[in-house]
């Protein structure tokens, strides 16, 4: 159940790719426990990714990134890799694309040099606040604030469940103003700014809560046009939603190999698991879902990186089918894997943990349906 395989277009710089992060999961491998049971940043996990050179995918290469500007498939792949090895990891490198790809499509030039070659290195971590108490799936509630007064800008407000929050060096943060929705790019030292932990999850998430008590922030610090924030959300999400997919084909495959590997090993009714027909079923239609649902994502991805606004319902297509197709065969090998399919920390109970929360962030899949379902009757004429 490797990820070493090609897909739509990938070719021999995607399939080095593919030996680059393979070669950074197998490196991390013995922190990788550790790390995903961490709701802070495990310092030995950023070290093995900032030397990897990998978060370098996630800026244009005119500010210290590797490809001419972000590329979808390239993300895919590596999450691919590296949610096999750790959702640790994988929401590491993650973040600093979802965190700065506002930047990077809407900033000015001083804030791209300012910010973009620090994501780039690692030196800086990224963050992008959008949830709030009120506003999950349905961002138009945000309550928070941005007020222009004295020739500065002032945010006041709360956000609540924002990845990498009391670890980011700066939170690229959506609020109300009276020209509708703004994105400003606030540094997480900026005075009036605190952060406090989230509620752990099941699978522990560096997660955090975080307050702006009237935070002055010069007029330099907008994100692109006033009130027209959700153009960057929606061009964050259509590169990275299908990155999620991505990454929950790499925990489904991975959850399929110790299934695998279980089921050709142990012996009951004297002959191994798999020649049971009920485990095999359960294996064969694992593997099924995993095809599948990489068919999909890949196919996605590729589309993704013509046109990224163009492929974005494909995007979503891809994140419901994977993720969902990874809770079911994670459940499944669980099955398979009996007892041993339950003991907290394995390789497969963590999987079964960390499977859950991708069918709900960057967008629950019944909100994604919503959209797929309105994608679909518009295009009957
Ligand atoms: C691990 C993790 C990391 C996160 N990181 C970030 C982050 O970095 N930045 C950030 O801003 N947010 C982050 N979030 C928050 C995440 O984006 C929200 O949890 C998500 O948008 C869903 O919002 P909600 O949890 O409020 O659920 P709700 O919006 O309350 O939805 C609850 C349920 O109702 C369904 N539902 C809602 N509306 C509809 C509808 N119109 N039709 C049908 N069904 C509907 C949903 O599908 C879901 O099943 C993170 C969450 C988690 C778990």
Redesign the pocket.
């Known amino acids: 159940m490797n990820s070493g395989e090609k897909w739509f277009g990938m070719g021999a710089r995607e399939l080095a790719l593919q030996e680059e992060a393979q070669a950074l999961a197998t490196a991390v491998a013995d922190i990788a426990a550790e790390a995903d049971a961490l709701s802070v940043i495990h310092p030995g996990m950023r070290d093995a990714l900032q030397k990897s050179g990998l978060a370098a995918l996630m800026v244009p290469a005119a500010y210290g990134g590797r490809n001419d500007d972000v590329d979808p498939l390239a993300v895919c792949l590596v999450r691919e890799v590296l949610m096999q090895a750790s959702s640790h990891l994988d ?1 590491m490198f993650a ?1 600093q694309g ?2 700065s790809y506002a930047i990077t499509r809407g900033g000015t030039e001083e804030q791209k040099a300012r910010w973009l070659p620090q994501v780039a290195s690692l030196e800086t971590l990224a ?6 108490e009120q ?5 138009k509630n945000v309550a928070t604030t941005l007020v222009e007064r004295d020739g500065s800008l002032v945010l006041t407000g709360a ?7 009391g670890a980011a060096d700066f939170y690229v943060t ?1 609020a109300k103003e009276e020209a509708g929705l703004s994105l400003v790019l606030v540094p997480a030292d900026a005075p009036g700014l605190a952060t406090a932990p989230s509620p752990e ?1 099941i ?1 522990p ?1 560096v ?1 955090g809560e975080i307050t702006f008590d009237a935070v002055e922030l010069p007029p330099s610090a907008r994100l692109g046009t006033p009130g027209k924030a959700m153009a960057l959300v929606l061009g964050t999400l259509a590169v990275f939603r299908v990155s999620v997919a991505g990454a929950a084909c790499g925990l489904a495959a991975g959850a399929l190999t110790e299934a695998g590997r279980h089921a050709r090993s142990r012996e009951q009714f004297g002959r191994p698991l798999l020649r049971h027909g009920p485990v095999a079923q359960l294996l064969a239609d694992s593997w099924i879902d995993v095809e599948m649902a990489r068919l999909l994502t890949y196919q996605a991805a590729a589309a993704a990186r013509e046109d990224a606004a163009a492929a974005l319902n494909r995007s979503s297509m891809a994140k419901v089918a994977a993720t969902e197709a990874a809770g079911r065969v994670v459940d499944r090998c669980v099955q398979v894997m009996g007892r041993w399919g339950l003991v907290a920390n394995s390789p497969i109970e963590r999987y079964y943990r960390q499977a859950r ?1 991708m ?12 959209g797929i379902a309105r994608a679909l009757c518009d295009g009957l004429g």
């Open positions: 929401s973040l979802i965190g963050a992008l606040a959008l949830t709030e506003a999950g799936s349905d961002l956000k609540s469940f924002i990845s990498n929050a959506l999850l699978a998430h997660l929360p069918r709900l962030y960057e967008g629950a899949s019944e909100v994604l349906k919503l």
